[in-house]
Each structure stands twice: as C-alpha cells, then as structure tokens.
Antibody
Framework: EVQLVQSGAEMRKPGESLKISCKASGYSFSNYWIAWVRQMPGKGLEWMGIIYPGDSDATYSPSFQGQVSISADKSMNTAYLRWSSLKATDAAMYFC???????????WGQGTLVSVSS | QSVLTQPPSVSGAPGQRVTISCTGSISNIGAGYEVHWYQQFPGTAPKLLIFANTNRPSGVPDRFSGSKSGTSASLAITGLQAEDEADYYCQSYDTGLSGSVFGGGTKLTVL
C-alpha cells in the first residue's frame, strides 16, 4: 500500500528555520517525483515545486523559487521542505504528493500545519 | 489570481447534475497538457478524482466524469449526493511557469 506520512504540526517565530518531512512507503521512492503543495488558511491549493528522488532534480514554481528548498534522502525514503527564515505569511498547511511534472498527484500525505507567530 | 480559472461556487439539489469549468490558455490546457481533478473535504488532503482529462481512479464512482476541449476542461457530477459537498480543484501543466498549476477551486454546495 502506497503511503506518504508527513511530520507533525510545527510552531515557529518569524526568522526561524524549519524543515518538514514526507516519508514514503509501499513503492520505489527513487522512481517517482514528489511534489509539495501549499494551502493557506481558507484558500486554494498552490503547487510549490517537485523533486525526483532518484537524482534530486528539483523544480520550483516561480512564486516559491528562492523562498523554500526541496530535498530528498533516498536512503530514508523521505522528501523534505525547508525554510531558512520563516515569515508570518508562510503559515499554512503543506501537503506532499506523489506526482510528476505534468501528471496527476495520485497519493497525498496527510498534511503538515505550519504556524508562524511572534 | 490562478492561471486556471474556476467558478468560486456551484450548487445543485440532490439528484441533479452540476458541472465545474476550468478555463486555461494556450500555455497550459490549450497546449495539450492533461487536466486532473481533485476533491477536498475540510481539514483533509485532496483526493484524485479524475486524471488525464477523462479517467477515473479505481473506487471513484462513475457519477464523476471529466472532459476537455480547447483551452478548457469540465468536471461533471451526476446524481448529486449530499456527500459530494466539497471543494474541487483542477490541475494542469503550464509551459510559461514550467510547472503544474491548480485552479482556484470551486465550492460545491448540495442544497
């Protein structure tokens, strides 16, 4: 059974760093892209970027380029989303999903809620 | 403002048919890229409903169907049920952005 299990909710202050994770199981992690999707409170889905764990090739939406970093560890079957300096506007629910650049996202993680407040 | 445009809301009575449109441009849907649809209930992750314009994943009722023409796509739901009340999103690939994009989402209300 394909599963994506995300790390738990996080609370941080503006300016702090954060790394959230998405652990995959039930399929060959290296061979499928993982996408990250943001959903701000009461708003729609935003595609942030995508990574191919096989070679760590990552592509970002222009809106998120330089704002976040996407990485993957094949040995841990885990993808990551990292901020070096959080802003209040980064407060949102973040989802990982198995996908590919132009294809559907067929399996989704449960989401990680990120709160940012001073 | 999303690259793919959806109506903010649609509604229908139980048993009726509703459609949700997804309007794009020549840099995404009109360029031949496939359209996918997702259903999301409050507080939960999105669920894949339709992929590659017209295909249903296993387990999705045939009351849900997708179509695509030109620079637009549509999701149709027939025999509307109370449990269909949710948010629906379309997704496609955009060459200008070199990545996937979502529509703004449509809230379906079952009257």
């Amino acid at each position: 059974e394909v599963q994506l299990v995300q790390s738990g909710a996080e609370m941080r202050k503006p300016g702090e760093s954060l790394k959230i994770s998405c652990k995959a199981s039930g399929y060959s992690f290296s061979n499928y892209w993982i996408a990250w999707v943001r959903q701000m409170p009461g708003k729609g889905l935003e595609w942030m970027g995508i990574i191919y764990p096989g070679d760590s090739d990552a592509t970002y939406s222009p809106s998120f380029q330089g704002q976040v970093s996407i990485s993957a560890d094949k040995s841990m079957n885990t993808a990551y989303l990292r901020w070096s300096s959080l802003k209040a506007t980064d407060a949102a629910m973040y989802f990982c999903a198995r996908s590919s650049p132009a294809a559907q996202a067929d399996y989704w993680g449960q989401g990680t809620l990120v709160s940012v407040s001073s | 403002q999303s690259v793919l445009t959806q109506p903010p809301s649609v509604s229908g009575a139980p048993g009726q048919r509703v459609t949700i449109s997804c309007t794009g441009s020549i840099s995404n849907i009109g360029a031949g890229y496939e359209v996918h649809w997702y259903q999301q209930f409050p507080g939960t992750a999105p669920k894949l409903l339709i992929f590659a314009n017209t295909n249903r994943p296993s387990g999705v009722p045939d009351r849900f169907s997708g179509s695509k023409s030109g620079t637009s796509a549509s999701l149709a739901i027939t025999g509307l049920q109370a449990e269909d009340e949710a948010d629906y999103y379309c997704q496609s690939y955009d060459t200008g952005l070199s990545g996937s994009v979502f529509g703004g989402g449509t809230k379906l209300t079952v009257l």
